[in-house]
Nanobody, 124 residues
Framework: QVQLVESGGGLVQAGGSLRLSCAASGSILSINAMGWYRQAPGKQRELVATITRGGGTNYADSMKGRFTISSDNAKNTVDLQMTSLKPEDTAVYYC??????????????????WGQGTQVTVSS
């Protein structure tokens, strides 16, 4: 069993900053990549940023220069530092991990796991 637990969401004024954190735990063998996605009301879930085990990063265009993703491979954690927040950044933010894990005697490779989501609200 693998669990992803997010923290750090909340209410912030436009122009402010927030830091989201996510910790993965359970029968993890190796994490291939971690990332953040978000879903606003009435919209589809969209990519925010991802980071590979080797440190390679990818950002959605609208987040470049404002958001920074980082990870700690030893702790199986990923953070998202968000600055210059805008009302349109309001959404539920989900942590994602693509990883290899043990399920009893079986090894499950490159499966995606999701956190429960954390609300970020940016007021104008």
């Amino acid at each position: 069993q693998v669990q992803l637990v997010e923290s750090g969401g909340g209410l912030v004024q436009a122009g402010g900053s927030l830091r989201l954190s996510c910790a993965a735990s359970g029968s993890i063998l190796s994490i291939n990549a971690m990332g953040w996605y978000r879903q606003a009301p009435g919209k589809q879930r969209e990519l925010v940023a991802t980071i590979t085990r080797g440190g390679g990063t990818n950002y959605a265009d609208s987040m470049k220069g404002r958001f920074t993703i980082s990870s700690d491979n030893a702790k199986n954690t990923v953070d998202l530092q968000m600055t210059s927040l805008k009302p349109e950044d309001t959404a539920v933010y989900y942590c994602n991990a693509n990883l290899d894990a043990k399920a009893g005697m079986v090894t499950i490779r490159r499966r995606d796991y999701w956190g429960q989501g954390t609300q970020v609200t940016v007021s104008s």
